[in-house]
């Protein structure tokens, strides 16, 4: 079998061309900075937001006049659990996809296509990428709720107001669409091709997808199995980046991944609690190595067994590299 895999792509040569890579300590060094930079960017941008929601919110400002800070804290954790901060900060993540890109154009001498951004049939890499994420993620639901790990039925919320929740759920539709691509474009677009520059590609896999896996270690419920399936989606993402040759379709995977474990489902997103839902998908007790506990779905062996699955199929398929004028 030709392992095509590991020849460096078009997009890693044309990188290389334009700037040399560097060892790989400076290679994880810059991205963290690059990282915390535009963390702290996306925070001043959603600064405005916290303030608004507070200062409009009668009990915080209540419990403020009265200096009562316990109280305050427990209204700022429910603000910051809210539909509308949640959609907030995932829209606020346009900002990590501006300054990453042009962190990549204007100090590494890229073009936009050397990080996936490739006009040729983008819109049809794009919906591609929204079906097989739907499918994936359905698929370790199926395999949850026939071992006993999740039972699943139509939210209450849904049965009460369902056009509400299809507006809520087409909301996070537009902010996981930003946030999957942000995810995507520092992990995939710009560090793994960056570091491919000058190590083998299995090795710019490798280290992305452990830097992908690590950025989620504070996240809430974190375990050792969710910690691998983190760094086997990473594994996945390369993958699927490099044998479709451009970022459309990783990028909508990975939104449509995580729009359907929160807003379809009903199950927590990497730890993370959303509020409202087509269905709820209860875990059941004693079975969290079936429905990821307190992590979501995301830390248990279903999902490890559909990654690894993903994985090899995408090895095995002929490579598809699509590089086009941008």
């Known amino acids: 079998m030709k392992k095509d895999l590991f020849r460096k792509p078009e997009m890693v040569v044309e990188a290389a061309?334009?700037?040399?890579?560097?060892?790989?300590?400076?290679?994880?060094?810059?991205?963290v900075?690059?990282?915390?930079?535009?963390?702290?960017?996306?925070?001043?941008v959603a600064t405005p937001l916290s303030l608004i929601l507070m200062f409009t919110n009668g009990?915080?400002?209540?419990?403020?006049?009265?200096n009562d800070v316990k109280a305050m804290m427990l209204i700022e954790e429910e603000i910051a659990s809210s539909n509308v901060y949640m959609l907030g900060m995932l829209i606020a993540e346009i900002v990590m996809i501006v300054i990453v890109c042009l962190f990549c154009k204007l100090l590494q001498k890229r073009k936009m296509r050397t990080m996936g951004f490739c006009k040729k049939a983008a819109v049809k890499?794009?919906?591609?990428?929204?079906?097989a994420g739907f499918a994936c993620f359905s698929l370790a639901v199926l395999f949850s709720v026939l071992i006993g790990g999740?039972?699943?039925?139509?939210?209450?919320?849904?049965?009460?107001?369902?056009?509400?929740?299809?507006?809520?759920?087409l909301l996070f539709l537009i902010g996981f669409m930003i946030q999957g691509m942000a995810e995507e474009v520092i992990c995939r677009g710009y560090f793994m091709i960056s570091y491919a520059r000058r190590y083998p590609v299995y090795a710019a896999i490798l280290a992305n997808a452990l830097i992908f896996a690590a950025l989620h270690l504070l996240n809430s419920g974190i375990s050792v199995l969710a910690f691998i399936n983190l760094?086997?989606?990473g594994v996945f993402a390369s993958v699927y980046f490099?044998?479709?040759?451009?970022i459309w379709g990783i990028a909508a995977f990975h939104s449509v991944w995580n729009l359907v474990q929160g807003n379809f489902y009903g199950i927590k997103v990497s730890g993370m609690d959303l509020s409202d839902s087509i269905l709820t998908a209860a875990p059941v007790e004693g079975k969290a190595l079936f429905n990821g506990g307190a992590f979501g779905l995301e830390g248990s062996l279903p999902v490890t067994v559909v990654l690894i699955a993903g994985i090899l199929l995408l090895y095995f398929w002929k490579r598809t590299e699509q590089m086009a004028e941008i």
């Open 125 to 131: 890499e794009y919906l591609i990428g929204m079906l």
């Open 17 to 31: 061309q334009a700037q040399k890579g560097l060892v790989w300590i400076l290679e994880i060094l810059i991205f």
């Open 231 to 233: 760094f086997l989606f």
């Open 242 to 246: 490099i044998r479709r040759g451009n």
């Open 150 to 169: 999740l039972k699943l039925e139509i939210s209450l919320a849904f049965r009460v107001a369902p056009v509400r929740i299809i507006g809520i759920f």
């Open 59 to 66: 009990r915080f400002m209540s419990a403020a006049m009265a």
């Open 33 to 44: 900075a690059v990282f915390f930079v535009s963390n702290i960017c996306m925070a001043i």
